[in-house]
């Protein structure tokens, strides 16, 4: 009598024989489905993180929008401004309520501060120019100018700051990609722009022949980059840029006069 097979060595059996080629291959596709399926979902999150980040950096730039100012200053405020500027208590008040007046979300854009300065400088090309110095104004580079940053810029640009200080903040016009240092492209963009706008604004210069000026200034501040050493020097520094100009009389005088002149 033949024996009979255990329920258990014939399922053994089943598990360790090899499957049917129909079946590996099915099984297969289904692997490759579930790796596709998780890549899938992978890229699916990315995404979908990358939108979120989005979404949340809009949405705060759209609470800010509508979030008003402060309408008073902190003390705590009026002592750094105290401490960074070279107003008064009063002067930065007083300060703050025009800017609140002109800006009551308490900040300025690059729009607007567009449209002030061209307002008070009518002549020449006032664009170009102030786009310049909005981005010298905006230290935090958050393309929108706030108080702080407002009265700063206005402060070293004031007759009451010295020559030096005039020049360490004018460095930052000149630094067009903000990395902290000056190239000789950027001098040579902002200093054309600096002359044909001042020769607009200032009688004295009216007669000046524009195109000798201007060539006279690149020259100047071509200079700076050949006195730096023999070799051929393509940045200069803070520290550098304010010594070139302090040396050359005509670009001092043009970029940061002293209260005297």
């Known amino acids: 009598m033949a024996e009979r097979s255990s329920p258990q060595s014939s399922t053994e059996s089943l598990n360790s024989s090899p499957l049917p080629k129909s079946r590996q291959s099915n099984s297969t596709i289904d692997s490759r489905r579930s790796s596709s399926s998780t890549l ?8 979908h993180s990358g939108l979120f980040d989005k979404i949340e950096t809009n949405f705060q730039k759209v609470k800010r929008r509508f979030s008003h100012a402060p309408k008073q200053l902190s003390e705590k405020e009026i002592e750094i401004l105290l401490k960074t500027t070279n107003f008064s208590s009063e002067d930065i008040v007083t300060w703050h309520g025009k800017f609140l007046n002109d800006c009551p979300h308490g900040y300025m854009t690059r729009k607007e501060f567009l449209k002030i300065y061209k307002s008070l400088c009518p002549t020449g090309n006032a664009d ?9 104004f905006d230290l935090d580079r958050s393309n929108t100018i706030e108080f702080r940053e407002f009265l700063i810029g206005l402060s070293m640009t004031s007759s009451a700051s010295s020559p030096t200080t005039k ?3 004018i460095f930052h016009v000149f630094d067009i990609d903000g990395n902290g240092l000056l190239t000789r492209d950027e001098c040579l ?12 604004q200032s009688s004295d210069l009216e007669s000046s022949d ?4 201007v060539a006279s200034a690149k ?12 070799d051929r020097c393509n940045t200069l520094s803070m520290a ?3 010594e070139g100009c302090q040396k050359d009389e005509f670009i001092s005088q043009l970029l940061a006069p002293s209260s005297g002149n």
């Open 40 to 47: 899938s979902s992978i890229s699916s999150d990315r995404k």
């Open 128 to 136: 170009t120019f102030a786009g310049h110095i909005f981005r010298a």
């Open 189 to 200: 963009e902002v200093i054309n722009i600096i002359v044909r706008f001042n020769q607009n």
């Open 167 to 169: 020049l360490e903040w």
């Open 240 to 242: 550098q840029f304010i």
């Open 210 to 213: 524009p195109e000798q000026l």
């Open 219 to 230: 020259h100047s501040m071509m200079r700076m980059f050949d006195n730096i050493s023999s």
